[in-house]
């Protein structure tokens, strides 16, 4: 809608005319840093055979002109006239081929590392760093004693010192390449670690406990608590990949309990040990992540797994988001032939690290 009929360019060519960083093209769409907002990614999206963009970011949207007029704030009227004049036709033919140079910045992706090789990538990482008196503070104000945190092997995220840390690592003989969160400064060619929002680094950890990916707790939020370690859209950086996070799960095991995220599922591990609803955890980043899951159910499958306690956030019962990963959840796991206990309680605790503090460590 609203495309006026003689406009003399496309989206694409105004794009290059403005010099918005294209960061992504994938031949029908471009991923763009956004003008328009603190955009330190590509959230603006621009969907080049309709000519409309929009920035998941900021929200900010519309079509050709709209793009014109925000970016050199103008009227709508403005735009058209300016467009016209300088794709000039008043004949209303389009001049093509004339977008030489997009300004793509190179982002050559690594491909992601073995599971071995960022285990020892991520312990190594993990073990020269320390967790903060505010973080621990915060750890134990959800319940855990100081013996769990040292246990856990939390962290917080570094701010300073980045280079001694990746340095460190090269001398330990750690690989970078492909680890998600490190990536090559493109100007010096140094390796550095991309920190995205100071936080708790929490260690997402396969069966056989190696450290898959790193979750990082966010000190303050914005869209999400949460955000995965990751370098993606860096100069040789790698997207995260998260694993189902196993705690507690053992060979042998009946029963496991199925929950989001890696925290919520090391919290409610340690709040029922030595109950009578002591059991081994499985969290998986993020609801829903059905990838992830049916990964899970494969390994819980061959592990000899054969009951399923879905302990999904009790907000499920407001949130329709929620509520379908849930149904999905269940209904897959019978799928894969496990039995799949959904369990429920009451809306005052959400999660069932919650739950599980209130009734095993309130005194
Ligand atoms: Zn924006």
Redesign the pocket.
């Known amino acids: 809608m609203g495309r006026i009929p003689d406009l003399p360019c496309d989206i694409e060519q105004v794009v290059d005319l403005l010099g918005i960083e294209v960061i992504r093209d994938t031949g029908t769409q471009l991923h763009c840093r956004?003008p328009?907002?603190a955009?330190r990614k590509a959230?603006?999206n621009v969907k080049i055979r309709d000519n409309v963009f929009r920035?998941n970011?900021?929200?900010?949207g519309g079509g050709i002109l709209h793009l014109y007029a925000e970016f050199c704030d103008v009227s709508l009227h403005t735009a058209y006239e300016e467009l016209c004049k300088v794709f000039g036709s008043e004949s209303g033919e389009k001049p093509r081929e004339c977008s030489p140079k997009r300004r793509v910045i190179e982002t050559v992706e690594l491909p992601i590392a073995s599971a071995e090789v960022r285990d020892n990538t991520y312990s190594n990482l993990l073990s020269l760093l320390s967790l903060c008196p505010t973080h621990q503070a915060s750890l134990r104000e959800r319940g855990l004693t100081q013996d769990e945190i040292e246990q856990l092997g939390y962290r917080t995220t570094p701010t300073t010192r980045l280079k001694r840390i990746v340095t460190e690592l090269l001398e330990r003989g750690c690989v970078l390449d492909g680890v998600p969160g490190f990536y090559c400064q493109k100007e010096t060619g140094q390796w550095t670690l991309d920190i995205r929002g100071s936080g708790i680094m929490i260690p997402d950890r396969n069966f056989d406990g190696q450290i898959e990916a790193i979750q990082v707790r966010l000190d303050r939020v914005y869209n999400q608590k949460f955000y995965n370690l990751t370098s993606v859209d860096k100069y040789y950086g790698t997207p995260a990949r998260c694993c189902p996070h196993y705690v507690g799960v053992q060979e042998g095991d009946e029963v496991v309990c199925v929950t989001e995220g890696v925290m919520k599922a090391d919290l409610a591990y340690h709040f029922a040990l030595g109950s009578q609803y002591e059991c081994g955890f499985a969290g998986l980043t993020g609801v829903p992540s059905y990838s992830q899951y049916e990964r899970l159910l494969q390994e819980l499958s061959e592990l000899g797994v054969q009951r399923l306690n879905i302990m999904i956030d009790s907000d499920y019962q407001d949130n329709d988001k929620v509520r379908t990963a849930r149904d999905r959840y269940i209904e897959l796991g019978a799928e894969a032939g496990f039995e799949v206990a959904p369990i429920t309680w009451s809306r005052r605790q959400k999660g069932i690290d919650d739950l599980y503090k209130h009734l095993f460590r309130s005194k």
């Not at 970011?57 to 900010?60: D, T």
């Open positions: 956004c328009f907002c955009d959230h603006l920035c970011r900021c929200g900010k």
